[in-house]
């Protein structure tokens, strides 16, 4: 196997990483203390979810976190991007606390520190504790100040081991997907709500730093957004204009309150009615200063004035999702936000893409992942060279598991899970990232290929 495309120049300082969520891997939903979340009553609801699949066992990493563990260092990583669901720490969201949750990870720190892997945390990957939600959740500022408690509690534990601590994943998605568009937890459809909600998370961003600063002042903090650069289908004024507002609602929404102190105008105005309730000490608030902006790249956005459906041209093929695979969107997008915006270092937090895997003979031939992976570290190398200050990259995902409303039937992993006996096995594009990243490192590699 050839690494030569991607290899690009990669300092031995950066972060070569593997990427997980809670509850789309830990299973165990109802152990051990665990109160549920809006995604457990979401999975639950009939329809919601393809096939009516719920994350109660996923790939049951909770009850396999060393073999996990093992197998996440038989890549050679230096770094491992996982999720702390807040109902394991807080079943009711709320104090008291549930000691058996926040040692297992714990346990999960101490086992990456042993194998030499940095931690890296998220603190919320979508699963609001129900109870929560029930008293009004993010509608609420309530919650903000809650979240804020959550985190706290889990830097003064987790804070003298791990190397980053990013307080939310794609905040974009949990507005518009989850209230907006009623395709994610908790399945609501209302715009004039889901704009709020969006404040409220960057508030409880911004709250949530102030108070992780206090307690772990020397870990790496964050937030990691979802961000596709969008690209007008004809070169025509009304395609122009709509690629505009797509990439106000998409990346402006959220890069303009954390890095510029504002709301868009132009999205505010589009908004009209609905654009949500702010205060200036709340846009104060969110410009909290953070050590690294972390980005999940999968695709463009392909904006057609008339016709939402418009499909791109999809020259370098689609993804199981569908998804367009489109690398040089992922040097556009760092390249232009190095340029609007005084960013702090960033790191690619995910990228990666579902294919239709065929176990054969114990293996797992997915060329097309690996082409993928090739092509959007190049992309990202190119991006460094010219010059934007990208310090990370984790391969969504570690190993298949529960993607969402998708369910089983979508496999994003470079590990192979086969779901009725839990066995992991790794996929070619496993095997090429190790090579890969031991290439990197020629002095330390004892796995690489000749
Ligand atoms: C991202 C999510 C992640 C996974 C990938 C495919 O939006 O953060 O959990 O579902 O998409």
């Known amino acids: 196997m050839t690494t030569s495309k991607a290899s690009g120049s990669f300092p031995s300082d950066f972060q070569w990483g593997v990427a997980t969520s809670a509850y789309q891997i830990e299973g165990a939903a109802s152990e051990d203390g665990r109160g549920p979340s809006i995604w457990d009553t979401f999975s639950h609801t009939p329809g919601k979810v393809v096939e009516g699949h719920t994350g109660d066992v996923a790939c049951d990493h909770y009850h396999r976190l060393e073999e996990d563990l093992d197998l996440i260092a038989s890549l050679g990583v ?71 408690d959550y985190a706290e509690l889990v830097a003064r534990r987790l804070g003298d081991r791990v190397e980053s601590i990013a307080t939310f994943n794609e905040p974009w998605v949990v507005a518009t997907l989850g209230y907006e568009k009623g395709i994610f937890a908790p399945g609501l459809t209302n715009r004039r709500l889901a704009m709020q909600v969006s404040h409220h998370l960057l508030m409880a961003h911004g709250l949530a730093v102030r108070a992780l600063r206090a307690v772990a002042p020397r870990v790496q903090l964050g937030i990691v957004l979802n961000l596709s650069p969008s690209y007008p289908a004809r070169p025509t004024a009304a395609d122009r204009a709509k690629a505009h507002l797509e990439d106000g609602l998409g990346v402006r929404w959220y890069m303009d309150p954390l890095f510029r102190g504002s709301y868009p105008q132009d999205v505010l105005e589009h908004l009209g009615a ?37 499909k791109p041209p999809g020259e370098q093929g689609f993804t199981d999702m569908g998804w367009e695979v489109f690398p040089q969107g992922l040097t556009a997008l760092l390249t232009r936000l190095a340029r609007d915006y005084r960013l702090p270092p960033l790191s690619i937090t995910e990228n990666g893409a579902a294919f239709a895997d065929r176990l054969e003979d114990d293996a797992v031939h997915d060329t097309k992942r690996v082409r993928y992976l090739e092509q959007h570290i190049a992309a990202l190398a190119a991006a460094r060279e010219q010059g934007v200050d990208v310090r990370g990259y984790f391969a969504w ?39 890969f990243i031991a290439a990197q490192r020629p002095w330390q590699s004892s796995a690489v290929a000749p």
């Not at 839990?422 to 095997?431: C, E, F, G, T, Y």
């Open 397 to 435: 995902s570690f190993m298949d598991n529960f993607e969402w409303a998708s369910g089983y039937l979508k496999r994003f992993g470079l590990v192979y899970v086969d779901f009725d006996t839990q066995r992991r096995v790794l996929k070619d594009s496993a095997l090429w990232y190790r090579d």
């Open 274 to 310: 609905d654009a949500p309730i702010v205060r200036p000490e709340e846009l104060r608030l969110i410009q909290e200063p953070i050590d690294f902006l972390g980005i999940n790249y999968y695709m463009r956005n392909f904006i057609h004035a008339e016709d939402p459906q418009a």
């Open 78 to 148: 230096n770094s491992y991007r996982f999720s702390v669901a807040w109902p394991r720490v807080l079943p009711t969201g709320r104090l008291p606390l549930n000691p058996q949750g926040l040692d297992f990870y714990d346990r999960m720190v101490d086992g990456l520190c042993a194998r030499g892997i940095r931690p890296h945390v998220t603190l919320y990957h979508w699963d609001l504790p129900q109870a929560l939600h029930d008293e009004g959740g993010w509608a609420r500022t309530d919650t903000v100040h809650r979240f804020a």
